[in-house]
């Protein structure tokens, strides 16, 4: 799939409320869409999408790894958030 429709996919999910990226990670899985890349990098990377926190000691994957909570520019605008991760 073309980067930029995956990009775009992503910030419709993103649009109602942030989400983390294991959950962003789950929902590209169920729609057949594969990244064989980093995803914190690719997320990261577009300039319409911010991390605005983060989880510790989520227990994901073990106590150490955090996990980020993503967001779009216009929901952090709307809700009056800023990004907390530079």
């Given at each position: 799939?073309?980067?930029?429709?995956?990009?775009?996919?992503?910030?419709?999910?993103?649009?109602?409320?942030?989400?983390?990226?294991?959950?962003?990670?789950?929902?590209?899985?169920?729609?057949?869409?594969?990244?064989?890349?980093?995803?914190?990098?690719?997320?990261?990377?577009?300039?319409?999408?911010?991390?605005?926190g983060?989880?510790?000691?989520?227990?994901?994957?073990?106590?150490?790894?955090?996990?980020?909570?993503?967001?779009?520019?216009?929901?952090?605008?709307?809700?009056?958030?800023?990004?907390?991760?530079?």
């Amino acid at each position: 799939m073309e980067i930029e429709i995956v990009r775009k996919s992503i910030r419709n999910f993103l649009n109602n409320k942030p989400r983390n990226t294991v959950e962003i990670s789950s929902w590209l899985s169920q729609m057949n869409i594969s990244l064989n890349l980093d995803l914190a990098k690719f997320l990261e990377a577009d300039e319409f999408i911010v991390r605005i926190g983060e989880v510790r000691n989520s227990g994901v994957i073990d106590p150490s790894y955090s996990l980020s909570e993503w967001a779009t520019m216009d929901w952090t605008d709307h809700h009056g958030r800023k990004s907390e991760i530079n």
